[in-house]
């Protein structure tokens, strides 16, 4: 490099090799051009660059911008490769818009109705993979050599048979826990023997399939939604649909029928370690043998207090089992975008769970059920 003073301009003659191994030296140079260039307009000649790549191009091309805040400063006798690359390469200074300042009244309300609109949109998209789903398990239903019946069974082992240990530990130590707040309060009335009545009535019609339900979303709802998630990342998802096969038949509907079948059983062992775990309390802290609090548990609740627990399971199944693999499914190419859309099913998956299991309780009592 050379520099020239004549004319009241600054010329600035390159020669050699401007590129990638010779990057050291480039940035000493470009560092002596801008110590150095004291007259306007800056010239820079290219004529004698035997080669030039990106490096050498976009590092001439930051020096000639930041010449240009003080003066004029542009390139000369450049062959058109080399205009081609520096057009390519050219240095740009990124600079962070201002944001628009708003009241936080003003932001609270749009993030309102930016939430609002999500959950309409989330809706939209739920009815219409249900009905996606029900498509699907009438093609099975059609043509029953495309059922999956493995595949149910293994998700059944997972959901149902690997569940039983923790969903029975919850449920035994709720039904202690309901037991003994129950005892404690209504011992003050000399109404202790009600507490029979309340452990049956609360954990047949809502306890043991609300707490099942919840282990459930977050247990094996979380697994469909990394598991799906994961396949779509890699591709699988793709790879299926080249095969010429469905992914809904192939990957969600095992896992669906696996969670309607698989939830009632979990309801019903959840309810019986509820009801163990609340006999063993009012024995220890009530004084009430097992045979009568066996005999007034049966006088306290009927058939439909047991059917109404029940009745409410396969439909949250289908709940859990529809987010879950949805937000597997709209999983994108990132570890962050899965962990964010695991994240996202088990908290609308419980919440919805929540939300079900009062509108049923709504309806059966409209029904008097």
Not at 65 to 90: M, R, T, V
Not at 145 to 163: C, D, K, M, P, S
Not at 260 to 274: D, E, K, M, N, V
Request: hydrophobic share 50%; aromatic share 8%.
């Amino acid at each position: 490099m050379t520099i020239d003073r004549a004319g009241g301009q600054t010329t600035v003659r390159l020669s050699g090799p401007w590129t990638a191994p010779y990057a050291q030296r480039v940035e000493a140079l470009v560092g002596e051009i801008e110590a150095e260039a004291d007259s306007f307009p800056v010239l820079f000649d290219l004529s004698g660059v035997e080669r030039l790549d990106t490096l050498g191009a976009w590092t001439l091309d930051r020096t000639r911008h930041e010449l240009s805040s003080k003066g004029q400063a542009d390139f000369a006798n450049a062959s058109p490769e080399q205009k081609i690359l520096l057009e390519e390469a050219a240095y740009r200074d990124f600079e962070d818009k201002p944001k628009p300042r708003h009241a936080r009244s003003v932001d609270f309300l749009v993030d309102v109705g930016q939430s609002v609109a999500g959950a309409g949109k989330d809706l939209v998209g739920g009815v219409g993979f249900l009905g996606e789903l029900i498509s699907a398990m009438v093609r099975v239903v059609i043509h029953p050599r495309r059922f999956r019946g493995t595949a149910v069974i293994n998700q059944l082992e997972q959901i149902a048979y690997r569940g039983v240990p923790i969903i029975v530990l919850i449920s035994f130590l709720v039904g202690c826990i309901v037991s003994q707040q129950g005892i404690f309060q209504l011992i003050k009335f000399g109404a202790t023997p009600f507490v029979i009545d309340l452990i049956g009535i609360l954990v047949l019609r809502e306890l043991g399939v609300l707490l099942t339900s919840i282990m459930v979303a977050g247990r094996s709802g979380s697994a469909f939604t990394a598991e799906i998630g994961s396949m779509k990342m890699r591709e699988e998802i793709d790879a299926l649909r080249v095969m010429g096969l469905d992914p809904i038949e192939v990957l969600i509907v095992p896992r669906i029928l696996a969670l309607i079948i698989g939830l009632p059983l979990l309801t019903f062992i959840a309810s019986i370690a509820a009801l163990v775990g609340g006999g063993l309390t009012t024995w220890v802290y009530g004084g009430i043998s097992p045979d009568i609090f066996l005999e007034r548990l049966r006088a306290a609740v009927s058939l439909n207090t047991f059917l109404v627990g029940l009745i409410k399971a396969p439909f949250m199944a289908v709940v859990i089992g529809i987010i879950a693999t949805l937000e597997g499914m709209a999983v994108a190419g990132s570890a962050e975008s899965l962990g964010r859309h695991v994240t996202s099913s088990v908290v609308k998956a419980i919440f919805m769970v929540i939300v079900l299991d009062g509108l049923f309780a709504m309806f059966f009592a409209a029904i008097n059920y």
